[in-house]
């Protein structure tokens, strides 16, 4: 990675690498270059977080709209403190209080915030391709902040940059994702990505929680999938374990978070099957025991907390990125 600084208006930036795109929709369809772009900048934005005079003002004039239809901590808290850290108007709206509870269309909604200024709109919404529909309506650049279960593209991008912040350029590296795999955004986005980069990544969870076909796999190029965790995590340099939510038991496709931990948590015995000093991950919010025992998230290979740190430095990129003065 390069150590460009991010200036007062950022112009360290060579103008060959400026971000063309409008919205950032998933990981599938970003280039390398892009993927290396964000990288970068992140890298420079967290060299901004750790200044005790930890904000530029940069996107001064600039207003970010989180529009969130779901619960989250993370996503929107990184996304506002990143919008603040870069000097923007930060304006958070939730579905619930505002005039989607009268009925106002998701369209009607970004032409709303488009009115009002909003530069750029994070929306989180429980169905999947809500923001590809309000990325053709407004003039404004939308960012997935996680749609259904589709795509979660700035934890993909936080992810990756985690990993490569400790073991470098992920290619040929084993990345075990293990959870419900079905129903996770942010697996299909980590899987894109990293199989994009060249990663050997292992799909694994109870059948019943896996995927009929793997990312990729129309394009012959799918990861593996098993429901062997101790057999998947051998030899890996990183094992990412998924939220497990209590609506699939009652949905009946596992018997019990307890029978769940049996076969799928991480515990110390099967890290210790992983390469010495493979890292833990986990997207958040975590259920305390069950996904991972608190020893193994407490432990030195666990970066779990780091990852949300690292949130706020990947959103700042891409605030900046996409931003009218990113993109100039
Ligand atoms: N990882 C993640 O998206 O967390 P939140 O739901 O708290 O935003």
Not at 17 to 39: A, C, G
Not at 151 to 161: C, E, I, K
């Amino acid at each position: 990675m390069t150590s460009q600084q991010p200036t007062g208006d950022m112009t360290g930036l060579p103008p060959e690498n400026t971000w063309r795109r409008k919205d950032l929709l998933n990981t599938d369809t970003l280039t390398h270059q892009e993927v290396e772009l964000v990288l970068e900048t992140a890298e420079a934005m967290r060299e901004v977080r750790g200044r005790p005079m930890n904000k530029v003002a940069t996107l001064r004039g600039t207003t970010v709209v989180t529009l969130f239809y779901e619960q989250s901590t993370r996503t929107r808290a990184s996304f506002e403190m990143a919008g603040k850290a870069l000097g923007a108007d930060v304006i958070n709206i939730s579905a619930s209080g505002s005039s989607v509870e009268k009925g106002e269309s998701l369209i009607d909604t970004v032409r709303t915030l488009e009115s009002i200024g909003a530069d750029l709109v994070v929306m989180r919404h429980p169905e999947a391709g809500a923001p590809y529909l309000a990325a053709r309506h407004t003039s404004a650049s939308i960012i997935n902040g996680g749609d259904g279960q589709h795509a979660h593209p700035t934890q993909a991008l936080l992810d990756l940059f985690t990993m490569r912040s400790h073991i470098g350029d992920v290619t040929g590296k084993r990345v075990v994702i293990v959870g419900d795999i079905r129903h996770s955004r942010v697996a299909r986005s980590n899987a894109w990505l990293l199989m994009a980069q060249g990663a050997e990544v292992v799909l694994c969870g109870p059948r019943t929680l896996l995927p009929r076909t793997t990312p990729g796999a129309h394009e012959g190029s799918g990861c593996e999938m098993t429901t062997d965790l101790d057999a998947a995590l051998k030899g890996a340099d990183v094992v990412m374990a998924l939220r497990m939510q209590k609506e699939r038991q009652q949905a009946g496709l596992i018997p019990s978070l307890r029978e769940y931990a049996r076969g799928y948590q991480l515990n110390d015995e099967r890290v210790a099957r992983a390469k010495a000093g493979a890292l833990v991950m986990h997207p958040g919010p975590m259920n305390a025991g069950v996904e991972v025992t608190t020893s193994v998230a407490n432990s030195a290979v666990s970066v779990i907390e780091e990852q949300v740190t690292n949130g706020v430095a990947v959103r700042m990129a891409l605030l900046y990125l996409m931003s009218a003065g990113g993109r100039r």
